[in-house]
C-alpha cells in the first residue's frame, strides 16, 4: 500500500511538472536559440566522434561525444515540452547541418583538427568555449522560472568541465612543428568562421 501511495505521488508531481513545462512560452528569440543550440551540441559530438577515430588514445574525444548526447537530448525534451517540431533537425546525420554557419564552421573544424592531435584538442577547447558563451546568451532569452533556463545552466557546467579536459590534455600534448603557410591560412580561416559564429549568437541575444 505504501509503495502504490509512492507511486502515485511520484506520478502526480511528474504529471504537474509536464503541464508547467508545457504552459511555458517562449519569444520567437528564444526559439530560434533553442534550434541553434540543439545544432551546436550536435555539432561538437559529431565533431569529437570524428577526432575519437583519428586519436583513439586521447580520453576526451572517447568520453565527452556521450555527454554531448546527453546535452541534445535534453534540449529536444524542452523543444518537445513547448511542442516545437525540431524532426527536421533530429533527422539530420552526422555531420549534417540545418544551420549554414554551423555546416561551415562544422567542415572548418574537422580540417583543422585532422592536422594534429594538438590542433584537435585546441578545436576542443574552442568549442567549448563557444559553448560556453552561447549557453549564456541563450539561457539570457527564458525566463528564470523556466525548466530551460535550468538545462542551459546544467550543460554550461557540463562544457565548463570538458574545457578543463581539454585544457588538460592540451598542456600535456606538444604542439607541432610551425605548420606550412597553406595550413595556417586555413587556421586562419576557420578562426574567421568561429569569431562569426560568436558575433552571430552575440547579436541574437541582443
Known sequence: MNTFKILISALAITLTGSTVAQAQTYSPAAIDSLRFMIEEEKLAGDVYRTFGALYPTIKPFQNIPRS????????????NAVGLNVTDLT?????????????????????????SSFAALTVGKNI?????????????????????YTVY???????????RAFNNWLAMTP???????????MLLAGLGIVGAVARRRQRTAC
Open 68 to 79: 554531448e548526447d546527453s546535452h541534445v537530448t535534453s534540449l529536444l525534451a524542452e523543444a
Open 91 to 115: 533527422s539530420l546525420p552526422a555531420g549534417q547541418f540545418q544551420n549554414a554557419s554551423l555546416q561551415s564552421l562544422y567542415h572548418s573544424l574537422i580540417a583543422q583538427g585532422s592536422t
Open 128 to 148: 567549448e568555449v563557444i559553448d560556453i558563451n552561447d549557453l549564456a546568451a541563450a539561457r539570457a532569452l527564458v525566463p528564470s522560472t523556466s525548466s530551460l
Open 153 to 163: 545552466g546544467n550543460l554550461t557546467n557540463a562544457s565548463n568541465n570538458h574545457l
Open 175 to 185: 604542439p607541432p612543428p610551425v605548420p606550412e603557410p597553406e595550413t595556417y591560412a
